[in-house]
């Protein structure tokens, strides 16, 4: 069964880079047809779609953040990476990956890591 | 500002029928790409309710469905039941930002 795991710093610092890991099991992150998304939760507020990435390593981006944020992926581990430059506050968030097809559900997620962007 | 509006909160009484609405535009639902549904329990990952607009991953009970029309999708739960109350959220493909959309969630009740 296909699970995803985040992992990364629960603290980052104002005007810093938040970085974060996914790693994929139970399956292949070269699978075709997949995607590999981040989406991020703030305390209390809904669901944001930050990026995502295709096996290939073909990226997408929320426009809204496509300034700041790097998504890759390293199929030799089995993982992919979010990069989030210049944090804020407002940047603090419940951080989720999950996989997706291009046009179905994101269908299996991550249990989410949480981020805090404070000094 | 989400792409996609859903009433911030919805309640029922137990048994009775709630819908919740989502409702987007013609670079999104309107150009015919899917709608899906999420169920987010507190503390937890969103998980699948409704996919490609009308269908149940196995293990959704049938008091869930889902249907869409023009730039809109609804979500309707019959027989409310305690363990209904949670968050949901309807998603899709947006095609002038090219990427994915959620909607701003929306927050059952069951009274």
């Known amino acids: 069964q296909l699970q995803l795991q985040e992992s990364g710093p629960g603290l980052v610092k104002p005007s810093e880079t938040l970085s974060l890991t996914c790693t994929v099991s139970g399956g292949s992150i070269s699978t075709s047809s997949y995607f590999w998304g981040w989406i991020r939760q703030p305390p209390g507020k809904g669901l944001e779609w930050i990026g995502s990435?295709?096996?290939?390593?073909?990226?997408y981006y929320n426009m809204s953040l496509k300034s700041r944020v790097t998504i890759s992926i390293d199929t030799s581990k089995n993982q992919f990476s979010l990069r989030l430059r210049s944090v804020t506050a407002a940047d603090t968030a419940v951080y989720y990956c999950?996989?997706?097809?291009?046009?179905?559900?994101?269908?299996?997620w991550g249990q989410g890591t949480t981020v805090t962007v404070s000094s | 500002q989400s792409v996609l509006t859903q009433p911030p909160s919805v309640s029922g009484a137990p048994g009775q029928r709630v819908t919740i609405s989502c409702t987007g535009s013609s670079s999104n639902i309107g150009a015919r790409y899917d709608v899906h549904w999420y169920q987010q329990l507190p503390g937890t990952a969103p998980k699948v309710l409704i996919y490609g607009n009308n269908n149940r991953p196995s293990g959704v009970p049938d008091r869930f469905s889902g249907s869409k029309s023009a730039t809109s999708a609804s979500l309707a739960i019959t027989g409310l039941q305690a363990e209904d109350e949670a968050d949901y959220y309807c998603?899709?493909?947006?095609?002038?930002?090219?990427?994915?959309?959620f909607g701003g969630g929306t927050k059952l009740t069951v009274l």
């Open positions: 998603q899709s493909y947006d095609s002038s930002l090219s990427g994915w959309v």
């Open positions: 990435i295709f096996y290939t390593g073909t990226t």
């Open positions: 999950a996989r997706h097809a291009i046009f179905s559900p994101m269908d299996v």
